[in-house]
């Protein structure tokens, strides 16, 4: 089982639509996807981020995994904390993920906001997606990253960071993806399709438009295919 883990610069950065994107790339080369959301936090029960994936994809709910869920719209964690709820240990995780083997070919990880938010807390420790990855890696899965950014202005610092943090966790981005980009785009916006890929050294895999995630399904599945580079 391919393993991908997709995480952005910050929150509201297109990751849920470029999660939605990636999983119809994977299905169309012929591989069995499933998508993995950790922990959503703000959205009623039948809403939130998976439901968005299965609008816009058709993936239907066996390929969905939800493993936590917290009433208010923070760091899973501190949202845990302060709903009295137990936080989300990354065995769970974990075990979800050994789990989804028997079912696809190609598990999609979705994170909350940025790499290093707190995703819940194991023995005592608090662990993020990079943590997450890094397990993967030493069970010999070798997640590939995916890092989800804006072209807007200072999106060449933090997502250099993002990268950088990778990097020193033994973990690479494989890709870039541009998650909502204008329609008229400013200067700095433009540039940065150039630059980001040089500052990073990781190529740009995708630019996504902004507003497609209120597209019909269809819509949304014809022309996902031209927001992918290469």
């Not at 890094?134 to 202005?153: D, F, K, M, N, R």
Request: glycine share 10%.
């Amino acid at each position: 089982m391919t393993i991908t883990l997709i995480s952005g610069t910050n929150t509201d950065v297109g990751k849920t639509i470029a999660t939605a994107a990636l999983a119809l790339r994977s299905r169309s080369e012929g591989r069995t996807v499933c998508v993995m959301k950790p922990a959503q936090t703000g959205e009623p029960e039948g809403s939130g981020d998976l439901a968005t994936i299965t609008r816009l994809t058709g993936l239907d709910a066996a390929q969905l995994i939800e493993c936590a869920r917290f009433p208010e719209p923070l760091a899973p964690d501190i949202s845990a904390r302060r709903a009295g709820m137990d936080p989300l240990a990354l065995g769970t995780v974990l075990d979800a993920v050994s789990a989804a083997a028997e079912r696809c070919d190609h598990l999609l990880i979705e994170g909350a906001g940025g790499l290093l938010v707190r995703l819940g807390v194991e023995k005592n420790s608090p662990w993020t997606l990079a943590d997450l990855g890094i397990c993967l890696q030493e069970q010999g899965l070798a997640p590939e990253c995916v890092l989800v950014t804006t072209a807007a202005l200072g999106t060449l610092n933090s997502t250099e960071l993002s990268v950088e943090a990778l990097r020193r966790r033994g973990l690479e981005c494989a890709e870039l993806i541009i998650g909502s980009y204008p329609s008229e785009p400013e200067l700095a916006e433009r540039l940065n399709l150039e630059d980001l890929p040089d500052v990073t050294g990781v190529p740009l895999g995708a630019v996504i438009p902004a507003g497609v995630g209120a597209l019909s399904p269809e819509e949304f599945q014809a022309q996902a295919p031209s927001w992918f580079r290469g």
